[in-house]
């Protein structure tokens, strides 16, 4: 039993979720609309709070239509958090634009709003500012919402909000997928609800909402005949997937208190050992703790996270290092970055371990980082 596998985030799924999949099955609404659909979609805005919200097939198809339909295109610039999972800069690129990335800071692992203000001032100066703004929120918690908004309002730039990994996260009390003129979610297989592969745009703009859910079925025109008066997108969301997505949203509460009950455990057990610190929590916000992260300070703890995450999979502990940042990626390496520095801190020393998962598992997953800690000092 102790060789079982245990995996960084797998998806926690229940009965419910099985008979709702079976009953839009049943139905036959095997189809990318459906009941299921606008149920999903409902569910979401009673949620979170956002007026509008169009399901779609991935979290990243939300970010390209989402980015689209602010305006982005070819020759513009997206300034875009810089410790994020590469999709949120592929979303730029699809649209032509070239994403500008800006540093972490360490109070939130998100966003510098100081990095931001220099790289907006900086716009501002040569007189072309970023066509928009996008903001990450990622390891499940907000960024510096209230200085990055004020930023962007000043400048009157555009804020889109990826929230794909954030679903369930609060800043002041607000829900995280608010804060973007348009916001994305994602429910791929390893976020906190999963429909095996799906995402959602939410905004407060109907107009907006009616256009990406036009743009996304293939800009077909309403009526009998097959009239395309733009070229359209194949984005939305299958209503079979929807009824999946829909059940585990209705546990979404349980899932981020668990979820944070795995943080707070981590923390108890392994919070003391020398050189850990344990991911901050935003001033204001509330998270999710969707991946229980943590970094690890080598001189300190005389392992680096790298040996420990070596010592994880030995005993066959999936745990994963942090994003590396999008500007070191070979593929965004000609964009320009402010700041840097912090981010490539964070993911030299940072890790994610196990996050959803049982407190046996959680047992045998601690006494592997102590037994590791143990023989390296
Ligand atoms: C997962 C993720 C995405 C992409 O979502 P998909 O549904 O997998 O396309 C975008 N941004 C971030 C930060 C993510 O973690």
Redesign the pocket.
């Known amino acids: 039993m102790s060789c079982e596998r245990i995996y960084l985030s797998p998806p926690a799924m229940s009965e419910a979720d099985l008979a709702a999949l079976t009953e839009a099955f049943q139905s036959n609404w095997i189809a990318p609309v459906g009941p299921a659909l606008g149920a999903f979609e409902a569910e979401m805005c009673r949620q979170t709070g956002a007026a509008h919200a169009v399901a779609l097939?991935?979290?990243?198809?939300?970010?390209h239509l989402a980015l689209k339909e602010s305006g982005v295109g070819p020759g513009d610039q997206v300034f875009c958090s810089t410790l994020?999972?590469?999709?949120?800069a592929n979303?730029i690129a699809y649209c032509g634009a070239e994403p500008v990335f800006i540093d972490s800071e360490a109070s939130t692992w998100n966003m510098d709003p100081a990095r931001l203000e220099e790289a907006l001032e900086a716009a501002a100066k040569t007189g072309k500012l970023p066509a928009a703004v996008e903001v990450?929120?990622?390891y499940g918690q907000c960024a510096d919402m209230d200085a990055i908004s004020a930023l962007c309002e000043k400048h009157g730039v555009v804020l889109i909000e990826?929230?794909?990994?954030a679903l369930g996260a609060t800043y002041k009390g607000r829900a995280a997928g608010t804060f973007g003129r348009a916001s994305?979610?994602?429910?791929?297989g390893?976020?906190i609800i999963t429909c095996s592969?799906?995402?959602m745009l939410l905004t407060d703009e109907s107009a907006l909402a009616d256009r990406v859910r036009y743009l996304s079925t293939q800009a077909r025109e309403p009526g009998r005949a097959y009239l395309h008066l733009e070229v359209g997108y194949n984005y939305r969301l299958s209503n079979l997937l929807a009824a999946l997505g829909l059940s585990q949203l209705k546990s979404l509460p349980e899932k981020v208190a668990q979820r944070r009950a795995v943080f707070e455990r981590y923390g108890e057990r392994l919070g003391a050992l020398p050189g850990v610190t344990l991911m901050p929590e935003t001033p204001g916000g509330e998270g999710t703790r969707w991946l229980s992260s943590l970094l690890i300070d080598e001189q300190e703890a005389g392992i680096s996270s790298s040996e420990l995450l070596d010592a994880l999979e030995a005993e066959k502990i999936e745990a994963r290092p942090l994003?590396r940042p999008l500007h070191t990626q070979p593929c965004f390496a000609h964009c320009r970055v402010y700041g840097g520095a912090v981010a490539e801190g964070l993911a030299a020393r940072g890790l994610s371990l196990p996050s959803q998962l049982s407190e046996a598992q959680q047992e045998r997953v601690c006494a592997c980082v102590e037994k590791a800690f143990a023989q390296k000092r």
Do not use: C
């Open positions: 097939a991935s979290g990243t198809a939300a970010l994020s999972f590469a999709a949120s979303a990450v929120q990622a990826d929230a794909a990994e994305v979610m994602s429910f791929n390893n976020k592969g799906g995402g994003w």
